[in-house]
């Protein structure tokens, strides 16, 4: 079965430093999210994209957080500098389009840590 | 706008009990609802999903969930808890109106005691 592919699984870096998270989605899903789950709550979404554009970014803190997908698949989202807030798992997920009734489809995370 | 209440954070079971996991939630058009399940260090897994079809939904592993409209309640159920079942549980919803953006509860957190 088709999976989420993320990597690295874990991180630890220290704050003012530069991390970056590789997602590459299920062949064939044109959308894909980047979410942040703090420990204890739900997922928030980061960044939605469709295919290599940028859908929705209203929640991705700019002035530090950068995310790409330049070819419509793979995609890296980038935190500079890291800062103690930032320490969360950071999850990718991708569904076949842009639906309501859609299901996303997660891959295992990356767990940051910023000391 | 769209949200969801989980209404317990934690709930403890014995294996082969019952298991209620509550749900509510507030979108003010027709909504998708879904439960997805995450074990420790995992990603999240679909359970079920509710998507204006027939209300009451069956999903993987014996879970089932009654989309409630009067309610506004999608509670998530299962005859006999078993000690896999033990993980963090979130209710989403989603509507069209809301971008199709998906907005996740707090979780709830399953135990299962032998």
């Known amino acids: 079965e088709a999976e989420v592919a993320q990597s690295p699984r874990y991180k630890i870096t220290e704050k003012s430093q530069a991390v970056a998270f590789w997602c590459d989605p299920i062949?064939?899903?044109?959308?894909l999210y980047w979410y942040r789950q703090i420990l204890g709550q739900g997922p928030e979404l980061l960044v939605q994209?469709?295919?290599?554009?940028?859908?929705?970014d209203s929640q991705l803190p700019k002035d530090r957080f950068s995310a790409e997908r330049l070819k419509g698949v793979d995609s890296t989202l980038k935190i500079q500098p890291a800062e103690l807030g930032d320490s969360a798992m950071y999850l990718c997920a991708s569904s076949p389009r842009d639906s309501q009734k859609e299901t996303q489809y997660f891959g295992p995370g990356t767990r940051l840590l910023v000391l | 706008a769209q949200s969801v209440t989980q209404l317990d954070s934690h709930v403890s079971v014995s294996e082969g009990t019952p298991v209620l996991l509550r749900c509510n939630y507030s979108s003010s058009y027709s909504p998708s609802l879904f439960w997805y399940v995450q074990h420790p260090n995992k990603g999240l897994q679909l359970l079920l999903k509710y998507t204006s079809a027939a209300t009451l939904v069956k999903g993987i592993n014996g879970f089932e969930a009654e989309f409630k409209k009067s309610e506004t309640s999608f509670h998530l159920t299962k005859p006999s808890a078993h000690m896999s079942d033990a993980a963090e549980y979130f209710c989403?919803?989603?509507?069209?109106?809301?971008?199709?953006?998906?907005?996740f509860g707090g979780g709830t957190r399953l135990m299962v005691k032998p």
């Open positions: 994209f469709q295919d290599e554009s940028v859908v929705d």
């Open positions: 062949s064939g899903h044109a959308t």
């Open positions: 989403v919803v989603s509507e069209i109106k809301a971008g199709n953006m998906r907005t």
